[in-house]
């Protein structure tokens, strides 16, 4: 049976600004104000998703969320017109706005925690989209992420959709940005691993100091249990807190792993060498790790370059490196990668991409995608419009060029005539991708 590690990048989408509302996020905070390029950004990311398929991966494609989300402004008591709505809002409060025009749907290993069929004990692929209950802009993301899932993967032969946890701060879940899946093959039982920040039961638990610890063990061990998880191969794991209060708030920005291998940071995780002992012993000793010194890549430089951020692909027993093009401007960074291809025994190739609107906002190109592994059948079982071809490319890119604007912001935020360009090109999108009436607006 032929089985597939499946990327679902998320499309970036028209509304993409730089408001700085990410707590512990350096590039989102440091950025703020800043004009974005929402054309190039949406190109830079749709590059990438072309590179991939035209290399053999398999490659889909998840749209972007209806911004800005008026609905949530008049939940809070904001009246009138579109317009007026926004004015209100703005008047109350300006992050407000930006946060209801929000694009970060775009980072999609957020999304959802994904467990394939090898490793559940009903052989069915579960789904459960994250709370992201640590910021109001991406908490306001959860409903349209679970419907959006239901909509490509909705065969039940197949797939199971999960309720996202309840919110409140005891069950804060950031998805598969905190998750990690090894394996021999992809169509055998792997292990997941499940990184947290904190214990919401626990205070007595080490947690950062100066920024919040976004993911808690208790959301990761409700996840597993729901995923019919086999409990001797499901691993917690603690984030690093003094690296969490560096910035590194998810731990795709300090770790990633893919079949056998984890490249992760030397300050990873809580008690690093425990750590990588109790996976070695959940795994096998096929298992094999690559831990980067901090006397050659410090932290700063990893988090200034997104160095773990990068997607780490296999192909044909192959393992390569997909990184930002800030990788390669950074002196040790890219002395290190050399040294590490130079080396050959582990990683064959690192392929530079430039990424720098999504950057700006601190997403890289591991944030950028959902990891799905999918047998033949069940890949066949979903929305195959949402799959990547030569042909959905070019009609993607004519629509990006026909309806995005090349500069925003924060003031084009009131431009009523933004939120008509926005709703005439999801419109077009949803046939493109045949997503139906996929917009509130379209009802």
Known sequence: MITYEANF???????????GLSLGNIASTTNKNLASNPKNAAIQGLEKMKFLADTGYIQGILAPHLR???????QLGFSGSDKQVLKQANR????????CYSASNMWVANAATVSPSADTSDGKVHFTPANLASNFHRSIETNATAKLLKLLF???????????????GYFDDEGAANHTRLCNNYKDSGVEIFVYGRCAFDRSNTQPKKFPARQTFEAAEAIARNHKLNPKKVIFLQQNSNAIDKGVFHNDVISVGN?????CHEHSYKNQQQSIKDIRHCFDNSLKVIQVPNSEVSLDDALNSYLFNSQLLEHNN???LLVPLECKTNNKVWKYLNKLVDDASIIDDVIVKDLKQSMNNGGGPACLRLRIVLTEQELQACNTNCLFSNELYQKLLSWINKHYRDRLVPKDLLDENLIT???????????ILDLGDFYSFQK
């Open 9 to 19: 990048d998320g499309l970036v989408g028209p509304s993409h600004n730089y408001a």
């Open 68 to 74: 800005p989300n008026l609905q949530v402004l008049r």
């Open 92 to 99: 109350y409060n300006k992050n407000l706005v930006a946060a």
């Open 154 to 168: 909705q065969n039940d032969n197949y797939f199971v959709h999960h309720d996202p946890l309840p919110n409140g």
């Open 259 to 263: 079949k056998e291998l984890l490249f």
């Open 318 to 320: 192959k393992h390569r």
């Open 421 to 431: 360009e926005i709703y005439t090109a999801l419109d077009e999108l949803t046939q």
